[in-house]
């Protein structure tokens, strides 16, 4: 399980430095994603699988979706019409798929292994024990942080909105 625990965090630091040194915002998502992955299996690793899966439900699934529409909205990143095969080169995928084959050879050896009852340290993190404490002490801090996420929605609407050219000439 330390094994589990160890390449699941490197893979983590990898993946990061990735999205940070990355110079096109796609791949920066796609490593991202990876980096996500590879923390909620440090989470499960650890004793908390309860963590894990909403690491993997909301972050790396609801809201990696909602950053790869922002990119899309927001046409970021170099024209590449030009070079329509150019995503086909290993450079562009071989980084995230050699990390997330790490990442698969770590689970299906923990499956195989069974290993998956034991943990490094720790209590077991349930649904329970994450609602007393999100909406106990901390329930001001998930009411702003939803404020904030829909502010940075509505930005991003705005931000994206293009202007129609005939509208404002024609002063409709």
Known sequence: MELAFYLSGLV??????GVITGKN?????????????????????LGAPFAGALEIIVYA??????????????????????DSAGWRHPRHWL???????????VLVTLLIRG????????????????????????LMVVELSGLLLLGALIVASHVGRRSNPLRNRSGH
Do not use: C, K
């Open 115 to 138: 290993d998956m009852a034991q943990v490094i340290e720790g209590d077991l993190l349930t649904a329970r024990s994450v609602a007393l404490t999100l909406f106990g002490p901390w």
């Open 61 to 82: 699934g609801a809201i990696m979706v909602l950053f790869v529409f922002v990119v899309m909205m927001l046409n970021l990143g170099p024209d590449e019409d030009s």
């Open 95 to 105: 980084g995230p798929s050699i990390l997330a084959a790490i990442l698969l050879a």
């Open 12 to 17: 983590a630091v990898l993946a990061t430095v």
């Open 25 to 45: 915002p796609v791949h920066a998502v796609v490593y991202l994603i990876v980096s996500l992955i590879a923390v909620a299996l440090v989470f499960f690793a």
